[in-house]
């Protein structure tokens, strides 16, 4: 049995178009066709040939009916002119972290699903208004990654292969779920988790909002969650010269930009010197990077918790790889970096064992 819409993901996770993968699986384009509209089914032997040619196990087309994310709910954080086809392998790959996510939940029970819908606020409100409701008042926010793993949302890495996809957020029956660039700099990862949470909060189903207004909102909650407004002018003196912003910058583990950016709003940076302020960052490197910054990126501790509980049922990750149709080296794009072990011989391994009775809270 094969799963026609499984072909047509795995596709689009590989960025290929029909012509392309004919050319590259020497199977015609009409025959691929209809072997994703379902019309007709491919022999064992032409599978075989799509699944090398779209470097997924040929288990993978098996497996029932996935659902993809759907399209018009994301939030991208993306260049402007980033292509349909990198939109839609970054799609993909998300809905694989979506599987994975569903596999996981059958077997452990996860932080609830915390985040607010608030719709109406405006950015800074909103902000303040989530700070509060989760417990962090005035003080620097802690790992976003674990801020929002606590907090229900589900989040995974994207594909470094996709680097002008900075980061996207969507909903999925109810589920808030973020996928994260890892090639930036940390603090600029903070950036776009917060960045991401804004897109949840304000844009959500219930709140569609997209374009240049919804990023320039998300922007604002992002800055303002970061650096709260209290926190900012506590610390910051007005007009503060360069080495104050960079020794400012890792009380919120946030880029200098940002930092500089967020003091303007805030009044603490007249128009000149916010202007002269980035232009000196720009010219020491802080614009595309972030020299002597944290260095260290933010992962997921739920993975980890997750792979830790599996490894003492003797759950490897490439037995769950396996089990979900997947290569250990796809699954590992998903997981920051987490080192997935192969497994001798097939990879496959039963993972009856890993059920209900391990949990994984906040």
Not at 2 to 31: D, F, H
Not at 215 to 230: D, G, V
Request: hydrophobic share 40%.
């Amino acid at each position: 049995m094969v799963t026609p819409s499984r072909i047509a993901l795995a596709r689009k996770r590989r960025g290929l178009t029909l012509a392309e993968l004919s050319a590259r699986a020497g199977v015609s384009l009409q025959s691929l066709s209809n072997y994703e509209t379902g019309r007709t089914a491919p022999r064992s032997d032409t599978l075989a040939k799509i699944a090398t040619a779209l470097e997924f196990p040929a288990s993978f087309f098996a497996g029932s009916a996935l659902d993809e994310l759907p399209c018009e709910g994301i939030s991208w954080r993306a260049r402007s002119k980033t292509s349909t086809r990198v939109l839609d392998a970054a799609r993909a790959a998300g809905t694989l972290g979506a599987m994975l996510y569903d596999w996981i939940d059958e077997r452990f029970r996860l932080p609830a699903v915390d985040v607010p819908s608030l719709g109406k606020p405006d950015p800074e409100t909103a902000a303040s208004m989530v700070r509060t409701r989760w417990g962090l008042g005035e003080a620097p926010t802690p790992n976003m990654v674990h801020l929002l793993e606590a907090h229900g949302v589900r989040v995974f890495s994207l594909d470094p292969d996709h680097a002008e996809v900075d980061a996207f957020a969507v909903w999925r029956d109810g589920v808030p779920f973020v996928f994260l660039n890892t090639l930036k700099s940390a603090e600029r990862g903070r950036f776009d988790a917060a960045h991401e949470l804004g897109h949840l909060v304000m844009h959500g189903s219930e709140h569609a909002c997209s374009g240049p207004e919804a990023e320039r909102q998300a922007n604002e909650f992002a800055s303002a969650f970061l650096m709260p407004r209290a926190s900012v002018l506590g610390h910051m003196p007005s007009g503060a010269h360069l080495d104050q912003i960079l020794r400012g910058k890792r009380i919120w583990k946030v880029s200098a930009m940002a930092l500089t950016y967020r003091m303007h709003d805030l009044g603490l940076l007249t128009d000149w010197q916010y202007r002269s302020t980035c232009a000196e960052l720009s010219r020491l490197g802080y614009r595309s990077d972030e020299p002597e910054g944290m260095g260290q990126r933010e992962t997921s501790q739920v993975l980890m918790k997750v792979f830790a509980a599996l490894r003492t049922k003797h759950v490897r990750p490439s037995g769950v790889a396996a089990e979900l149709g997947l290569t250990s080296e796809e699954m590992n794009r998903l997981l920051f970096g987490l080192t997935l072990t192969s497994l001798a011989g097939s990879g496959q391994q039963d993972t009856s064992t890993a059920k209900r009775n391990l949990s994984v809270v906040s």
